[in-house]
């Protein structure tokens, strides 16, 4: 498991809670509650583990992107496999774009993420979701 530090588990736990919280109006369901065992706190809850993974592209104009996962044991990042050119799900509030997003993606930016099952109109399908969620820029002509 990779080391963390005490605000960063924190922040990890905040925004974990924040994307397990999503209602029903939200994009994606989750069937599964996240827990603080999936950020090393310990016991077995059934839950998966925060992963960390490398993404292969700059922010696109949607609500998805590419990445390359790092091995959860040896922490290296994966070049073939299942756990490379994974697609990336976020949360991204009043449904903007990446793109779009006060925190914008760049390729090479390392993210947090969790493997879920959504339900695809009744038929479960795994998915990895990015832990942080992501706000919408509101365009503004600023005055000085």
Partial sequence: MIPVNKT????????TQD?????ETSDFHY??????????GGGDSGGTPVRRAKVTQDAPAGSTITANLFDAT???EATSGDEFGVTLYTNISNGST???AS?????NDEVFIVESVFDNAGTPE???YIVSGFDTVKDCVCQS
């Fill in 8 to 15: 960063a588990k924190k922040q990890i736990r905040t925004n």
């Fill in 19 to 23: 994307i397990a919280n999503i209602n």
């Fill in 31 to 40: 069937k599964r509650v996240l827990s603080s065992s999936n950020l090393g």
């Fill in 74 to 76: 040896s922490g290296v």
């Fill in 98 to 100: 990446l793109d779009l």
């Fill in 103 to 107: 925190r914008g993606l760049k390729e």
């Fill in 126 to 128: 795994t998915r990895w």
